[in-house]
């Protein structure tokens, strides 16, 4: 990540510094206790909403949310629910998502949504309350040390030593986790400090020696960039979600139309670019299209954007793009040359790198176009080829439901005009596949850590962020399963986010992997009842209605459409449990690995 406890040159565990102290330069106001203090910096920073679940720890904090006219709490009915729709509040909006947690167990609950939004680049703040300050370290009730356990898997993180230090470091945390590349940020508060009195000066200015997020690219090393695109053939974009979280989608869809080269994204990517544009290739990878594979690996330039070159989009990593160019240009210094050694390394702001190579191009002659190109003939022709010779399908069906069809029908139902969160699994890669995204942020996924259970929470994240969208998860059985109780939350709160269950009554993707390599072998991946294997179970319809939230069952073809509709009309939170076959397979699969030589198509 951009930065550590490390690189910011100063131990949050420690008191002000009296250098820090001149750093508080607002007003004071009236005596607060310490949770008040932390809220009214909250409000300072413009959060509207925080999920949050109270314990022994935290409680003086939720007595001051109570009280405050800015800002929503939500009640998530577990940590993991808070913290996954904290995340997806960031992911829609750029903006940090907020959550929080009493100690012990309530903090060690937050861990997984914090490891996602490190793995994926997602601002977020996550709260802890902690045990009192005489107490840490003597292993009291409920006491764990989430600041150490959580030190790999934060941008940065604070432990509260004192009161006077609350403004400072709610202002630094909310800066550290949305400037350059983003990430979440930990503040861990003993419950003593909540309690004390003080009369705070709130933060204008910001002092951190040692942290510079945002590179620029000089034009001379961005003008050897335009000189390769003008020496070779067979040039393609490889993007990813750095472009989403730096702002820089028009900035890349203006580079690829003046330039005429084809884009490729990364799952994290997806949105970035929109994928019913000549120029998508949709996203490449283990289950990407074999187009986007093929090109990116023939390609003679690989113009590297904002990615980390993933093992699941480059496969056996040494033979990746082994014969092209690659340029990487990223904001984080860590990842260039981190997995792949490239040719041209720029380390930049991608807003500001895209920007600067338009104006070249458009100084240089290049007109956009979106259609008629008149640039790399022969290479068009290529992809054009592998296109018509790959597409992506699925052995369409006259009654039973394939997962594949159900999607597709959604995007159709939507226009595409939709926010789509997923669970992890096969149909996590189907939604990819098959509802084309146009727009940034319209593709809410755990990409890089693959969380079960991030669906259904990310879709209520989502809809309050962006209330004005439908928002639907797109989910399996066993996903959506694992955080169900947060049904109740979208219920008590009003919050209209849809559920679409594609249920096979397996672990569909490991299912898959056990029919591929494991001679059909079932290690523990069957999810309904074992006694009465045909069953459907769990009853998603009675759990639901326990909840108060409308469920349908579709198990025919012919009244999915219609089941569709009235999810999409429904004011309220909704659940469709559409019945699909386990024994259908994402394709393309490139195994673990192998190369995109490799590629599975049948």
Same mark, same amino acid.
């Given at each position: ?14 008191? &002000? ?25 909250? #409000? ?33 009915? %577990? ?6 729709? !904290? =995340? /997806? ?36 703040? @996550? ?12 292993? !009291? ?6 600041? $150490? ?67 620029? /690219? ?5 003008? #050897? ?25 028009? +900035? ?11 884009? @490729? ?9 929109? =994928?019913? %544009? ?6 490449? $990878? ?5 187009? @986007? ?22 496969? *056996? ?45 458009? +100084? ?12 790399? %003939? ?10 018509? /010779? ?15 069809? !159900? ?23 189907? &939604? ?66 849809? &559920? ?27 999810? $309904? ?28 073809? *012919? ?24 024994? =259908? ?16 198509? +049948?």
């Amino acid at each position: 990540m951009t930065t550590s406890s490390d690189t910011l040159n100063f131990n949050p565990a420690q008191k &002000a510094s009296p250098n820090r102290s001149d750093a508080l330069s607002g007003p004071a106001v009236g005596s607060m206790n310490g949770a008040e203090c932390l809220v009214a910096c909250l #409000e300072r920073e413009g959060v509207e909403v925080i999920f949050a679940y109270p314990g022994g720890a935290s409680m003086p904090i939720h007595q001051a949310l109570t009280k405050s006219k800015k800002i929503r709490t939500i009640l998530p009915r %577990h940590e993991q629910g808070g913290v996954f729709a !904290a =995340e /997806a509040y960031g992911r829609a909006t750029g903006r940090p998502g907020v959550c929080m947690a009493t100690s012990g167990p309530g903090a060690t609950n937050l861990v997984t949504g914090i490891a996602d939004a490190f793995m994926d680049s997602i601002p977020m703040v @996550a709260i802890t309350g902690q045990v009192p300050q005489h107490m840490i370290g003597t292993g !009291a009730f409920q006491e764990t040390d989430v600041f $150490g356990m959580t030190l790999p898997i934060v941008k940065h993180s604070y432990l509260v030593w004192s009161i006077e230090d609350i403004p400072r470091i709610v202002h630094e945390a909310f800066h550290i986790a949305s400037t350059g590349r983003p990430g979440p940020v930990l503040i861990d508060i003993p419950k003593n400090i909540q309690n004390q009195l003080t009369t705070p000066r709130f933060v204008d200015s910001l002092n951190l020696p040692g942290y510079a997020p945002i590179p620029l /690219a000089q034009d001379e090393i961005l003008a #050897e960039v335009f000189r390769l695109i003008k020496a070779h053939d067979k040039p393609m974009l490889y993007c990813g979600g750095g472009v989403i979280s730096g702002n820089a989608s028009a +900035e890349l869809l203006e580079f690829a139309e003046r330039a005429q080269i084809p884009v @490729a994204t990364t799952l994290m990517g997806i949105g970035c670019f929109p =994928e019913t %544009h000549p120029l998508s290739l949709k996203w490449l $990878g283990m289950h990407g299209t074999v187009y @986007a594979n093929n090109a990116v690996n023939e390609a003679d330039l690989l113009l590297a954007v904002g990615v980390r070159f993933d093992d699941r989009v480059t496969g *056996k990593v040494e033979k990746f793009a082994e014969h092209g160019t690659i340029i990487h240009i990223d904001i984080d210094n860590s990842e260039i040359n981190k997995n792949k050694v490239v040719k041209l390394p720029i380390l930049s702001d991608l807003k500001h790198a895209l920007s600067r190579l338009n104006k070249m191009l458009a +100084e240089s002659g290049f007109e956009r176009r979106r259609n008629n190109f008149n640039r790399h %003939h022969d290479w068009f022709r290529q992809i054009d080829e592998w296109r018509k /010779a790959y597409p992506l399908k699925f052995a369409d069906t006259e009654d039973a439901i394939q997962p594949q069809y !159900a999607i597709r029908l959604l995007y159709e139902l939507t226009g595409g005009d939709a926010i789509i969160t997923t669970g992890v699994g096969q149909h996590q890669m189907w &939604a990819g596949q098959f509802f084309d995204f146009d727009t940034p942020r319209s593709f809410l996924t755990s990409a890089g850590l693959g969380a079960m259970g991030f669906g259904y929470p990310a879709a209520i994240g989502a809809k309050i962020a962006r209330p004005d969208k439908q928002v639907i998860d797109i989910d399996g059985d066993g996903s959506f399963l694992m955080n169900i109780q947060e049904l109740a939350t979208a219920h008590i709160e009003k919050i209209a986010a849809k &559920a679409l269950i594609l249920n096979n009554q397996h672990l569909g993707m490991v299912v898959q992997w056990e029919d591929r390599f494991y001679q059909s072998n079932r290690g523990h991946t069957f999810l $309904g009842d074992p006694r009465n294997p045909r069953r459907i179970y769990p009853d998603y319809v009675e759990m639901c209605k326990g909840f108060g939230v409308t469920c349908e069952r579709v198990i025919f073809k *012919k009244d999915l459409r219609a089941a569709l509709q009235r999810m999409l009309d429904s004011e309220e939170p909704y659940v469709l449990d559409v019945m699909v076959p386990y024994t =259908e397979h994402v394709l393309p699969m490139i195994p673990s690995g192998m190369t995109y030589k490799d590629i599975i198509t +049948e």
